[in-house]
């Protein structure tokens, strides 16, 4: 569910075809699914920030569904960058790129 104080996602992000998400999950638990969800796919977490710290920070989730890695985003100035720009992704919004575009892979 998008949080009050995150703007909407622009009308044509589905269109633009982009690989690299910004996804805001807060939550601790939530985000230690998503993250699992993520690396049963394959997927590995990027440099310089180990698994741990990007499970543990409340900066939005940074995910490439072409290179299969995720990250967090690097501060709170890309975060607000992002979210400017209205490319923050909410977990349903998400669910949606992961879908198409990571579960509708073979993983074998």
Known sequence: MRR??????????FELG???????????????????????????AEPPFPR????????????????KVYSCAGNVTCAAA???????MDLEEFLIVYDRDVKGQNIF
């Open 4 to 13: 009050e104080t995150l703007p909407p996602l622009r009308e044509d992000y």
């Open 18 to 44: 982009r690989h690299s998400h910004f996804v805001d999950v807060t939550e601790p638990e939530v985000r230690r699914v998503v993250v699992e969800l993520l690396e049963a796919y394959g997927f590995k």
């Open 52 to 67: 741990e710290d990007i499970l543990r920070t409340f900066l939005p989730l940074t995910v490439n569904t072409e290179k």
């Open 82 to 88: 992002a979210a400017t720009r209205r490319m923050v």
